[in-house]
């Protein structure tokens, strides 16, 4: 059909011949077997709720890996979460070429009798947006939160079956998405982290210290509370001083 150079067949709007095709229709039939009440919980889930879920994970990693007892532990893992967010972004818009140059339309078009469930997607299809954003915020938490990252990579996988079940992404461009936003994260972690390391370590260092990062050392030239009455008070104070 016009527009569509993935190479992958499809078919008319009655059914499917292609993987590709018939994997959309046997995920999206459940929507269509489905009480319209969960189609609609569903669809909200799809659009919003897994990536409100993934920044819940995420600040729920950034909690954990502050407070680690090494300092330089703390500002590494910080750092590899801070990028986890701006993987997900720069992802994003590098998808902006590739839907230009495929020119896939979304399968709605093409297949008039699918069920969708969301309106106002008049954008191309290929890549998945919501599938590159949630695999690359994934795979950031996994690279620094293995257990927290599991959690995450199952928000995407469910936000990638989520935009099949509403009709508005072929299977491939869900695999798309999710190769996209790997690729992205994983290659340029090195350079993101080179950078973001020495940043995170800065602000480590000033008053912010104990928002960004809760780690022994961080606050360095913070002092406890002091006795200030008396020669006791003196000597610990000059003892605070030397340290």
């Known amino acids: 059909m016009a527009g569509v150079t993935t190479g992958i067949p499809l078919a008319e709007a009655g059914g499917g011949s292609g993987p590709d095709v018939s994997l959309l229709y046997d995920i999206n039939g459940l929507s269509k077997a489905a009480p319209p009440w969960v189609d609609s919980v569903m669809g909200f889930i799809g659009e919003y709720g897994i990536m409100a879920g993934l920044a819940i994970v995420g600040l ?14 703390a500002v590494t893992a910080v750092a590899g979460l801070a990028w986890a967010p701006l993987a997900a972004a720069l992802a994003v818009i590098v998808n902006i070429p590739i839907r230009g140059f495929v020119e896939r339309p979304r399968p709605f078009v093409d297949h008039k009798d699918l069920e969708v469930l969301v309106s106002g997607k008049t954008d191309f299809s290929f890549v998945s ?30 936000e990638g079956f989520l935009r099949i079940y509403m009709g508005v992404h072929y299977p491939t461009d869900v695999i798309g998405g999710f190769a996209l936003g ?49 020669s006791r008070g003196r000597g610990r104070r000059e003892r605070d001083l030397a340290a």
């Open 60 to 73: 729920l990693s950034w909690w954990v890996a502050r407070r680690q007892a090494a300092r330089e532990d």
């Open 182 to 230: 790997t690729a992205i994260t994983l290659l340029l972690a090195p350079v993101a982290m080179a950078l973001l390391t020495p940043l995170v370590s800065a602000i480590a260092g000033s008053r912010t210290a104990g928002v960004l990062v809760h780690a022994p050392g961080a606050g360095a030239g913070r002092a406890e509370p002091v006795e200030m009455s008396g």
């Open 129 to 158: 947006d919501h599938s590159t954003m949630a695999m690359a915020l994934a795979v950031g938490i996994f690279l620094v939160h293995r257990k927290l990252g599991l959690g995450a990579l199952a928000l995407a996988f469910a």
